[in-house]
């Protein structure tokens, strides 16, 4: 029995893993021809027969196939092709474009999903219709449709080269798709919606329950897509690798602080309205890291995360230099004396609206300081590389102040009763001039 691996094709590694699963083993490299049949059988009979997934395949996943023809002399043939034909001879004289392997026929959209129909050139390898593939990932693509989530207007796949993960997405989805069978009596595959929040929920679900740090997660991708004749679509998912690592490494973080932080912010939607959707963390998160701002002030800022949580942040997914981090937090510590001197200063400091006004108080400040302390409260170089964006580098000054005055909360150096200050700089500020991926 020839050993199927993952090869990186989404559609395709998601059906060897749900077979994998449906065939109880702990690994695709225990696939025997056995277990292969004993799917090919029962894909056959729920494809053939009426029911929730022979709906589903016809709605969603392949156009026109032939799974339903009445017609025995049209239907057997494409089930031998597509379902038995990993036995069948292959000589199509090119190889499988998902595995490599010899090829026995040309899919379209009859076979596989997102295809054109048959005989259409466009788009098409070489300018021949259709896409070579052998019987066995031709199997796998019939396989994948049970490692879906119904959701939204199509189904929903998560493909990721982790295998733990992948693994156990499709279980669950596996799992659900059998349920929907067997309950027979119309549709019961019940649909997820919000298919964006929903995938990133099943990343996030797989991070909480890990006790160790997954550093080999850096690649997950969602396809929310249908294949319905009317109205084919297909959206793409994809947290980005810094946001993987960044999530990884704060909800598995030594610190239990940190950890309960992080779960905390990264908690599942309880009860999410449809068309609120854009306020969820989850929806900021696909996002990032072109809108690392926003996400940093209305996500972490605002809502006074942990400090480790936003320097981790700033340094993993805003690549913000620890230089520059550090030289807050030692301007954070000599604020905090002065304002022990002068409470007005700190008003003034997050008040001042523009940075002509900024810059003034700030420099009042030092002269004050060193007054009474004979010691600098910030440097020439210090203000500089803090507030003042140069060639090499862009500095946000309202950013920076932000991260200050967060700092000095955190380090508890502020009285309580002026603690609200914070939420007014970071309202201020997101109106101000702040656009959507200006970071970039
Ligand atoms: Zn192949």
């Not at 004289?93 to 076979?111: D, W």
């Not at 098409?124 to 019987?135: N, T």
């Not at 002030?297 to 320097?311: F, G, S």
């Not at 000054?397 to 200050?421: C, G, N, P, V």
């Amino acid at each position: 029995m020839r050993v199927l691996t993952m090869t990186g094709h989404a559609i395709r590694d998601v059906g060897l893993m749900t077979l994998t699963v449906f065939s109880g083993r702990a690994s695709a490299a225990d696939l025997t021809e056995a277990d292969l049949l004993a799917a090919a059988d029962w894909l056959r009979d729920v494809y053939v027969n009426p029911g929730t997934l022979r709906s589903h395949l016809k709605g969603t996943y392949l156009l026109n196939s032939a799974y339903s023809m009445e017609n025995p002399d049209i239907r057997e043939p494409f089930i031998q092709r597509v379902l038995y034909g990993w036995q069948m001879p292959h000589e199509l004289g090119t190889s499988c474009a998902l595995c490599g392997h010899e090829a026995l026929y040309r899919a379209t959209r009859e076979e596989m999903p997102l295809l054109n129909g048959r005989g259409v050139i466009n788009f098409s390898p070489q300018g021949r219709a259709g896409l070579p593939i052998c019987g066995w990932c031709s199997l796998l693509i019939q396989m994948a449709l049970l490692g879906c989530l119904k959701s939204g207007r199509g189904l929903l796949m998560l493909y990721t080269d982790h295998e733990p993960l992948l693994r156990q997405v499709v279980t669950d989805a596996l799992r659900r798709a059998q349920q929907a069978q067997t309950l027979q009596a119309g549709d019961k595959w019940a649909a997820l919606s919000m298919p964006r929040i929903r995938f990133v929920e099943q990343v996030m679900r797989w991070l909480r329950q890990t006790a160790r740090p997954q550093t080999n997660l850096t690649r997950v991708e969602g396809y929310h897509f249908s294949n319905s004749g009317a109205s084919p679509f297909v959206e793409v998912f994809q947290i980005d690798r810094s946001v993987l690592q960044w999530v990884d490494h704060v909800l598995h973080h030594p610190d239990g602080d940190v950890a309960a932080a992080a779960r905390q912010l990264l908690a599942e939607p309880a009860d999410l309205e449809e068309g609120k959707t854009s306020q969820h963390v989850y929806e900021g998160l696909l996002k990032l890291p072109n809108n690392a701002r926003k996400f940093l002030r209305q996500r972490l800022l605002a809502k006074r995360a942990h400090l480790t949580l936003i320097t981790t942040f700033m340094e993993q997914i805003m690549r913000l230099s620890s230089e520059y981090i550090d030289l807050l937090k030692r301007l954070g510590d000599r604020f905090s004396q002065y304002y022990a001197m002068q409470r007005r200063f700190f008003y003034e400091f997050n008040r001042a609206r523009n940075f002509a006004e900024f810059r003034r108080v700030v420099i009042r400040a030092a002269d004050d300081y060193q007054r009474r302390t004979q010691q600098s409260l910030i440097t020439m170089e210090e203000f500089i590389g803090a507030f003042v964006s140069t060639e090499d580098e862009f500095i946000d000054w309202q950013l920076s102040r932000d991260l200050i005055t967060l700092y000095l909360m955190q380090t508890h150096a502020i009285a309580l009763e002026d603690d609200l200050l914070m939420d007014d700089t970071v309202e201020m500020d997101d109106s101000d001039s702040i656009e959507e991926g200006d970071l970039s």
